[in-house]
């Protein structure tokens, strides 16, 4: 396959499993994010990663800037931060760009990888729909809470392909099981639905997606937003395939006591990633006949605890 030189941008839990497992694997693996206390951490003690994996790896090249990055001529960047940043990730990045790179959304949400095509070309966009989670319990510490195996990889472009069976199999040696998909938008639509029926009910009730899952009143929630969201799916056109809501309630059923980055963020006072999940929803419906008006009301309470913090 050849050696690639990877970058991760955003070190927080996605962004730190994937970086650790790929440079635990020996990987060429440079890091950047902005949080300087959480990278200096990285630098002189390693990045460790507890729970479902036990690591504690180290890096020789570790930036607070994407503007480093350009020394390294990366073959692949993945883009780790939250959604709400992909736009001024993508600005900065441009000044790092070469021909042949290729930028690899590494996020939740819908279309995100459309923007990277819009700002590069098709060829440059890969896509990573992402089935583990965890949280930053300190600087330089992330845990890993589960990992529903695989990850799917998808692109934008038949020029791209190679590459992106590639990364598929370097992932998957390194210990994050990775299908290549040349359906990536029913990948991402299918974790998109899946979270817009339980993360917003987390973030608003404080409850863990086991508890939220656990209580009747909160599952009769999350059960009206999934038929909303598929839906709306089907009047896009996006076949989901038979008996798709029975295979998101045993999906969801299984969550255990993790916290969304939706219940995180609000936590913590941080802008949260609804647009490009619950919002997105929204937007696709607004171009069917298909209505969402409890999705949009979980939004817009979302986004009126956004304007209180």
């Known amino acids: 396959m050849g050696k690639y030189k990877f970058g991760v941008v955003g070190i927080g839990p996605s962004g730190a499993i994937l970086a650790a497992h790929l440079a635990d694997h020996g990987e060429d693996v440079a890091i950047v994010d902005i949080k300087y206390d959480h990278m200096t951490a990285i630098r002189e003690h390693g990045l460790h990663l507890t729970g479902e994996a036990d690591l504690i790896v180290r890096f020789k090249k570790t930036h607070t ?11 692949v960047l993945f883009i780790a931060t939250k959604t709400f940043s992909l736009r001024p990730v993508l600005h900065e990045i441009r000044d790092i760009y070469h021909d042949g790179m290729k930028i690899v ?6 279309d995100n990888e459309d923007m990277i095509a819009e700002r590069f070309s098709p060829e440059a966009a890969l896509r990573v729909v992402i089935n583990h989670a965890g949280n930053v319990v300190d600087d ?12 799917y990889i998808g692109c934008l472009s038949k020029e791209s392909e190679k590459i992106t069976k590639d990364v598929a199999k370097i992932l998957t040696a390194a210990e994050l099981d990775t299908e290549y998909a040349p359906d990536i938008k029913f990948r991402e639509w299918e974790k998109a639905i899946f979270h817009t029926a339980l ?17 009747p ?14 839906a709306v799916a089907e009047a896009r056109g996006i076949d989901l395939g038979e008996g798709f809501y029975e295979k998101g309630i045993r999906y969801l059923g299984t969550a255990g006591d993790h916290k969304p980055s939706m219940r ?7 802008e949260t990633e609804i647009d490009f999940i619950t919002g997105k929803i929204i937007e696709h419906a607004e ?22 913090l």
């Open 65 to 75: 800037s994407i503007s480093m990055l350009k020394q390294y001529e990366i073959d």
């Open 105 to 110: 959304c590494y996020q939740n949400g819908v």
């Open 140 to 151: 330089g510490v992330v845990r890993m809470t589960f990992f529903h195996k695989p990850n």
């Open 199 to 215: 993360a917003p009910v987390s973030a608003l009730t404080g409850q863990t997606m086991k508890e939220a899952m656990s209580l």
């Open 217 to 230: 009143e909160t599952r009769e929630l999350v059960d009206a937003l999934l038929r909303e969201a598929i």
């Open 264 to 270: 995180v963020d609000i936590e913590e006072g941080s």
């Open 287 to 308: 171009k069917t006949e298909a209505g969402c008006p409890i999705n949009l009301a979980l939004y817009n309470l979302v986004k009126g605890m956004e304007m209180k």
